[in-house]
T-cell receptor
Framework: ETGVTQSPTHLIKTRGQQVTLRCSSQ?????VSWYQQALGQGPQFIFQ???????GRGNFPPRFSGLQFPNYSSELNVNALELDDSALYLC?????????????FGPGTRLTVT | GESVGLHLPTLSVQEGDNSIINCAYS??????FIWYKQESGKGPQFIID?????DKRQGQRVTVLLNKTVKHLSLQIAATQPGDSAVYFC????????FGSGTQLTVLP
């Protein structure tokens, strides 16, 4: 098991609502990346935070936003939820941003939008 | 479009046999690849990685082969065990991880 934790484990929301997902990175890691994994698909990169600043973003609309805190934990916020936002949301932490760094994944938060 | 992809969505092998999972990529500039294993209800777990200056790398019961000429990599699992049943992803790491769609490996008794 990695030292990355995520909360909550499962969540059910209604279309149009807002949601906040949380991630605690592995000790000593200063970079957190968020991924969306739809059923039967590979994880898709949402964005990365390095030392509290966004450090790269995938092809996701602005209603997906994030924060990283001084202790390097992170939040993913999604506004105006849509049915297609139903997925497993994964965070991964690493020692530093950039290439060639192993990323350690948490267990994910399963979001269901009805 | 997708820059990494797996050849087969499912693979079934007998316990004790060797497994080979294949992956293709399109970006010839990719220089770092990782194989992940994802069990049901869990996040992806690092298995093994390889950099573009290598053709082969071995771990415990696993070997990754990289063929840069045809932009192909494979994961070989020796003496496959029931605990190896999972979805396997190859990913390229260029600032962020780009995953393929995964191969579901089922180990038959």
């Amino acid at each position: 098991e990695t030292g990355v934790t995520q909360s909550p484990t499962h969540l059910i929301k209604t279309r149009g609502q807002q949601v906040t997902l949380r991630c605690s990175s592995q000790s000593g890691h200063n970079t957190v990346s968020w991924y969306q994994q739809a059923l039967g698909q590979g994880p898709q990169f949402i964005f990365q935070y390095y030392r509290e600043e966004e450090n790269g973003r995938g092809n996701f609309p602005p209603r997906f936003s994030g924060l990283q805190f001084p202790n390097y934990s992170s939040e993913l916020n999604v506004n105006a939820l849509e049915l297609d936002d139903s997925a497993l949301y994964l965070c991964a932490s690493s020692f530093r941003a950039g290439t060639s760094e192993e990323q350690y994944f948490g267990p994910g938060t399963r979001l269901t939008v009805t | 479009g997708e820059s990494v992809g797996l050849h087969l969505p499912t693979l079934s092998v007998q316990e004790g046999d060797n497994s080979i999972i294949n992956c293709a990529y399109s970006n010839s500039a990719s220089d770092y690849f990782i194989w992940y294993k994802q069990e049901s209800g869990k996040g992806p777990q690092f298995i093994i990685d390889i950099r573009s200056n290598m053709d082969k790398r071995q771990g415990q019961r696993v070997t990754v082969l990289l063929n840069k000429t045809v932009k192909h990599l494979s994961l070989q699992i020796a003496a496959t065990q029931p605990g190896d049943s999972a979805v396997y992803f190859c990913a390229e790491n260029a600032r962020q991880l780009t995953f393929g769609s995964g191969t579901q490996l089922t180990v038959l008794p």
